[in-house]
């Protein structure tokens, strides 16, 4: 696990922990992690806490020891990494089986060129930076993280236990992930094909009261009538002035904030739950398996019954 001055400490502890929670629950082999910067000299994270490295960078490039997996953690000081900590970034990578970024990271990662080819993503607020600088790389910016072949990237700060979990899974299957998942006390293992942001996040939050209220309360009404005029009397406004006030402060139609959230709903049921497709379109509002299947089709690309195969989760 790669670090630098001002790179971002939970970038660092959360990978650990899981990695960590791993072994410590049987996983075999287990593993071992070493944190290095790049010649082994203490950083200091964004935070202010000062981490001493296990190693120094520049010695493991130097040493024909095969490494397993580096991980580059993200910060605010990743534009300051120079061109030698890069360097030998590029030469620990290119003798491990697979290299991984967490939020910012990826820049590291992309300016050493282990992007160059891929698709990656990172923190919504530098998907644009990274697209800029570096045309090679194919960014994905509305996701939890992304695999590539072997190269791994994240979204930031959180999305660093969902990479993690990702890499158990990968290494020593779904019914150890999820149990240091629940070990960690983590709500939901996401997908990493999902969004980075709620539908209800994604959505501008609305300035007008009784808009902000609605955009409380449709999460946990989603099974009932939740048409245009419905949610108007709900506002009291009327059905015009309601559709065009919600889409100028929110930035999307009420309709297609609905079925945001009712599909995202159907995906957390088809995650967590042995609940019949018709019962899981019943359960968000969508009332019919079709309708969930059409839905499905356009907002996730996949049908439930595939995603359900994909993403579900063994049972405690």
Not at 10 to 28: W, Y
Not at 94 to 105: E, H, I, K, L, Y
Not at 201 to 219: F, G, I, S, V
Not at 227 to 251: D, N, Q
Request: proline share 4%; net charge positive; glycine share 8%.
């Amino acid at each position: 696990m790669v670090v630098y001055e001002r790179f971002a400490l939970l970038d660092l502890a959360g990978p650990a922990d899981v990695l960590r929670a791993a072994t410590l629950l049987g996983g075999s082999p287990g593993y071992r992690v070493v944190v290095a910067s790049g010649r082994g000299e203490p950083v200091r994270s964004d935070c202010g806490i000062t981490v001493v490295p296990d190693a120094s960078l520049a010695v493991l490039a130097s040493r024909r020891r095969e490494v397993d997996t580096v991980l580059v953690a993200g910060g605010l000081g990743v534009d300051r990494v120079g061109a030698d900590l890069l360097a030998d970034l590029r030469r620990v990578s290119g003798r491990a089986r697979r290299c991984c970024s967490v939020c910012t990271g990826a820049l590291a990662l992309a300016a050493a060129g282990l992007l160059d080819g891929h698709r990656a993503t990172t923190h919504w607020a530098a998907c644009g930076q990274l697209a800029a600088r570096f045309p090679a790389v194919e960014v994905l910016a509305d996701r939890i993280y992304v695999r590539d072949g072997e190269v791994w990237t994240s979204a930031g700060v959180t999305a660093a236990l969902d990479l993690a979990l990702a890499l158990v899974e990968d290494d020593l299957g779904s019914d150890l992930a999820h149990d240091v998942a629940r070990w960690l006390v983590v709500f939901a293992r996401r997908p990493g094909g999902q969004a980075q942001f709620s539908a209800a996040l994604r959505a501008q939050p609305a300035h007008t009261p009784a808009l902000a209220e609605l955009q409380r309360w449709l999460p946990d009404h989603l099974a009932e009538d939740l048409s245009v005029p419905t949610l108007a009397r709900r506002a009291k406004m009327s059905v015009r002035t309601f559709a065009r006030t919600f889409r100028r402060e929110t930035g999307t139609t009420p309709g297609a904030f609905v079925a945001a959230l009712r599909v995202e709903a159907a995906r957390r049921l088809l995650e967590t739950s042995a609940l019949t497709i018709q019962a899981v379109a019943t359960a968000a509002g969508l009332g019919h398996a079709e309708t969930l299947h059409r839905a499905f089709q356009r907002q996730v690309g996949t049908t439930p019954d595939r995603y359900r195969q994909h993403f579900a989760r063994s049972s405690p």
